[in-house]
T-cell receptor
Framework: GDSVTQMEGPVTLSEEAFLTINCTYT??????LFWYVQYPGEGLQLLLK???ADDKGSNKGFEATYRKETTSFHLEKGSVQVSDSAVYFC??????????WGAGTKLIIKP | EAGVAQSPRYKIIEKRQSVAFWCNPI?????LYWYQQILGQGPKLLIQ????????DSQLPKDRFSAERLKGVDSTLKIQPAKLEDSAVYLC???????????FGSGTRLTVV
């Protein structure tokens, strides 16, 4: 079945560092891909999405490109801030309108 | 547009008691989901509705959990009787099309003592 694998955390970076959180997927067909973010004590928020190959999703300085050839959707940000500390989830949407989730990656940004 | 509304925000109950959660999705969103998220883990789908009908409830513990969606809008999730391992955040989400993703509510944090 469909699945999502993302890098284990926690990932600890200093403020203004470059961020990459890896995400790869296996799926039949052509799923839509998403990154969700969960700040401490809050619900899940859609961060960005891409619906077809080579699409780039972007929001709040974060970017991810839908790479069909490598089945990847890595999350990147050029300069992280303390306020970016959160748990990030990669997910794909299958043909049944269900989200298949990665395990989540906790990001800790130190000032 | 208004987001997905959930209530209550927090709930503490004793084991073997019952509890109910309410969700009001975004207007026009036909698909509604209930998820359980245990601390430190990703969300686990409990049930998916399409309008009034259940699309998938394969992971819903039906001996104690029940859910309904009246008139294809609001939904309630009930646990009766609760167990300690039901302590989690219960998230409601709605969507309109697959490629748009879901919109989540703020969740209900349940503590069973």
């Amino acid at each position: 079945g469909d699945s999502v694998t993302q890098m284990e955390g926690p990932v600890t970076l200093s403020e203004e560092a470059f961020l990459t959180i890896n995400c790869t997927y296996t799926a039949t067909g052509y799923p839509s891909l998403f990154w969700y973010v969960q700040y401490p004590g809050e619900g899940l928020q859609l961060l960005l999405k891409a619906t077809k190959a080579d699409d780039k999703g972007s929001n709040k300085g974060f970017e991810a490109t839908y790479r069909k050839e490598t089945t990847s959707f890595h999350l990147e940000k050029g300069s992280v801030q303390v306020s970016d500390s959160a748990v990030y989830f990669c997910a794909l949407s299958d043909s049944n309108y269900q989200l298949i989730w990665g395990a989540g990656t906790k990001l800790i940004i130190k000032p | 547009e208004a987001g997905v509304a959930q209530s209550p925000r927090y709930k503490i109950i004793e084991k073997r008691q019952s509890v109910a959660f309410w969700c009001n999705p975004i207007s026009g969103h036909a698909t509604l989901y209930w998820y359980q998220q245990i601390l430190g883990q990703g969300p686990k789908l409990l049930i998916q509705f399409q309008n009034n009908g259940v699309v998938d409830d394969s992971q819903l513990p039906k001996d104690r959990f029940s859910a309904e969606r009246l008139k294809g809008v609001d939904s309630t999730l009930k646990i009766q009787p609760a167990k300690l391992e039901d302590s989690a955040v219960y998230l409601c989400a709605s969507s309109t099309r697959q490629e748009y993703g879901y919109t989540f509510g703020s969740g209900t944090r349940l503590t069973v003592v």
